[in-house]
């Protein structure tokens, strides 16, 4: 006799990757924490609701970190995030960083904890009783399916000997494989966009780019580091207009005094990368540099080797004439016109702003 049909969701299956895959560096994990939705899911994890301070973000030569607020108190949490192992030299950043901005929560986020850094967020915590408090993100990467992917958050417990026997407890028993609904199907024209992405990604790969791509998405943008936060490489696939484009993004509180300082050499940097380029001022909290591929039929996938070779080659360009002068720049250096509040470009092109983001 057949079984008879279930009329229960198909279940899909579970494939743990490691974070490192999908955010390179700890200022692309960062910056991807930033963004509201994500930001939401870490307020769930850590028990307290976080929205963005002014400035979210600050650099060291190394890592970086953001600050948040809890609404309707006056508390300041500070989050660093790292998409690899806990390090000692991270440990000391933070409590270091933690003093400078005065927190009173410090959320720190890494693939995992090594006990002794448990042990230390747990000394701290007993220290700083009532006055900060130290809390341990494990952050897990997942795959649902063939395409869909999910974050995990989960707090980490002081490391006690009762905790520790049932660990090994735990390691040795046989774990039963998770399994999940199956995501809701793409539509069309996300496959699609995965689908560009995917080739373009494996085209990267195969050449050895300076750029080093992420998980390719089913948005219309896909998204790459560089140098240090509060920049972006983008690449876009703009079908309403028939092009595409590769953008430096700027963003933060010090996008327009960055912009400005590159725009000092405009002259030299469209020599260093050899494309026409769009310099774009026109929005209040973002500014973008970018180059154009116009007229394309991104409808017609034998194209679509041209279309990835050509933003192979020019992300390598941007990344090259960018990557030094991004680190360089001191927002502090640029002095303003007197009486005026920007200095605006002449003869700026727009990019359409319905392709950022």
Not at 192 to 200: A, C, K, P, R
């Amino acid at each position: 006799m057949r079984p008879k049909r279930t009329d229960k969701p198909k279940l899909g299956r579970l494939e743990q990757l490691h974070p490192e895959d999908y955010w390179p560096n700890a200022a692309e994990f960062q910056h991807w924490l930033a963004e509201a939705d994500n930001l939401e899911l870490l307020s769930e994890a850590v028990g307290m609701t976080l929205s963005p301070h002014e400035p979210v973000f600050a650099e060291t030569e190394e890592v970086d970190y953001g600050l948040f607020e809890v609404p309707d108190r006056e508390d300041l949490v500070l989050v660093m995030a790292q998409p690899g192992p806990s390090e000692a030299a991270h440990l000391g950043d933070l409590i270091t960083w933690a003093a400078q901005e005065q927190v009173s929560t410090v959320v720190w986020v890494a693939a995992e904890f090594a006990e002794d850094h448990i042990q230390t967020l747990t000394w701290l915590n007993q220290l700083g009783a009532g006055m900060v408090q130290f809390l341990g993100m494990d952050v897990e990467l997942w795959r649902i399916g063939k395409n869909a992917m999910a974050v995990n958050f989960k707090p980490v417990h002081p490391i006690t000997e009762e905790a520790s026997e049932d660990a090994v407890a735990e390691a040795e028993s046989p774990i039963a494989e998770p399994v999940v609904p199956e995501p809701e199907p793409l539509t069309a024209l996300q496959q699609e966009n995965l689908d560009f992405w995917s080739g373009l990604s494996d085209l990267m790969d195969r050449q050895g780019s300076l750029v080093k791509p992420g998980a390719p998405t089913p948005a219309a943008t896909m998204g790459f580091a560089i140098a240090r936060a509060g920049f972006r490489l983008n690449a876009i696939l703009d079908r309403e207009h028939g092009s595409l484009y590769t953008e430096l993004l700027l963003s933060g509180v010090d996008a327009h005094p960055h912009f400005y300082l590159l725009a000092h050499e405009r002259e030299l940097i469209a020599d260093d990368i050899g494309l026409p380029l769009i310099w774009d001022d026109s929005s209040e909290h973002t500014c973008v540099i970018a180059s154009t591929l116009a007229e394309v039929d991104l409808a017609d996938r034998d194209c679509w080797p041209n279309y990835q070779v050509w933003f192979c080659d020019c992300l390598e360009r941007f990344y090259e004439a960018f990557f030094e002068r991004i680190k360089q720049l001191d927002a502090a250096g640029y002095h303003p016109l007197p009486h005026r509040n920007t200095e605006p470009l002449t003869n700026a092109l727009v990019l359409p702003s319905s392709q950022r983001g």
